[in-house]
């Protein structure tokens, strides 16, 4: 009797191990890319334990926008989701229960109507990937520093004022999207940043910025997007902007439209660039020193003013560079 009450204790424990092992499994981002995408909760509540990636982008897959109070009480059941897409769904909250997805990855909250940074997120240990992009919140919890694993935050189209500084907290950070906000001072938030080394690819386009010499203390960036819509800026301050850039060591690819021709020769001091998108700069021809981008793979001059003959000296140039027109 007792052998095989100890059988049954035996059989429970490997079933409970088992049970959680299941609630717990975090696929790799090659298993992941291999698993099936949901789109409708009910089909996912099927089999809710074999969910790990779930798409509700209602722009992008047509459909009637999601109640918060559709999901509250279900999201929660899907232990196992590792990508969350609720981009365009009109949410002014998040329902409590997305705090429970602790193997949660990816997280796109794009193009809702949040109007505070969600809480719920900064449940998330796992999340590497999070979007607030096109919504209404203005300022970041000083909270966010408990993200510790997140490599790409998209928060373009907020108005934020300033960063929290506590974001240099995040030293995991490999990709940073700023575009369109207030920041009063644009060098004091710039500072939040110099201490995070894996940030190599930054946007700050849009923004309402005093161009001092910022930008040149990211030292490890290789990626920036930098356009500006202020009409006021003089060539004297761009070709102060491109200088800066000329400090940046690992910067191998830019995408700007302060550009004129003169500026232009200022930019071929970045001798590292291999792709460079010029694309809407009012540029008609560029200058010899072009030739010294040895090392440019790949330019885009579409919708700018260069004609073919200028195309063909660009060519000659640049004899192994693509150039898209």
Do not use: W
Not at 21 to 30: M, P, W
Not at 57 to 68: E, G, V
Not at 273 to 288: G, H, S
């Amino acid at each position: 009797m007792i052998k095989f009450q100890t059988y049954i204790v035996i059989f429970y424990l490997f079933s409970l191990n088992t049970f959680l092992f299941a609630q717990n499994k975090l696929l790799d981002s090659t298993e992941l890319t291999h698993t099936k995408t949901f789109h409708n909760l009910e089909s996912a509540l099927e089999n809710p334990l074999e969910v790990y990636k779930l798409d509700f982008d209602a722009y992008r897959i047509p459909h009637n926008p999601l109640s918060m109070f559709t999901l509250s009480d279900k999201i929660g059941k899907l232990k196992n989701l590792q990508v969350l897409k609720l981009s365009s769904n009109e949410f002014t909250i998040l329902p409590k229960e997305i705090k429970e997805l602790k193997n949660l990855t990816s997280l796109d909250l794009s193009n809702n109507k949040l109007t505070q940074f969600p809480e719920e997120i900064l449940a998330l240990k796992n999340l590497t990937y999070l979007d607030l992009s096109s919504n209404k919140i203005n300022t970041l919890p000083k909270e966010i520093n408990k993200l510790t694993n997140l490599q790409h935050l998209h928060l373009r189209h907020l108005g934020l004022t300033h960063l929290p500084k506590e974001i240099s907290a995040l030293k995991n950070l490999k990709s940073l999207s700023l575009n369109n906000h207030n920041f009063g001072n644009f060098a004091k938030e710039i500072k939040k940043l110099k201490n995070i080394k894996t940030l190599t690819h930054l946007s700050i386009s849009k923004n309402i910025i005093i161009y001092k010499r910022e930008i040149s203390i990211l030292k490890y960036l290789t990626h920036l997007e930098l356009y500006i819509t202020n009409d006021k800026i003089t060539a004297e301050k761009v070709n102060d902007i491109l200088s800066e850039l000329s400090f940046l060591p690992s910067l191998i690819n830019l995408t700007t439209n302060v550009l004129g021709t003169t500026s232009l020769k200022t930019l071929t001091k970045l001798r590292h660039l291999t792709v460079l998108n010029l694309l809407y700069n009012e540029i008609k021809n560029v200058p010899d020193e072009m030739k010294n981008l040895k090392a440019l793979k790949f330019l885009d001059l579409e919708n700018t003013d260069i004609s073919e003959k200028e195309l063909e000296k660009i060519k000659k140039l640049l004899p192994n560079c693509h150039i898209k027109r």
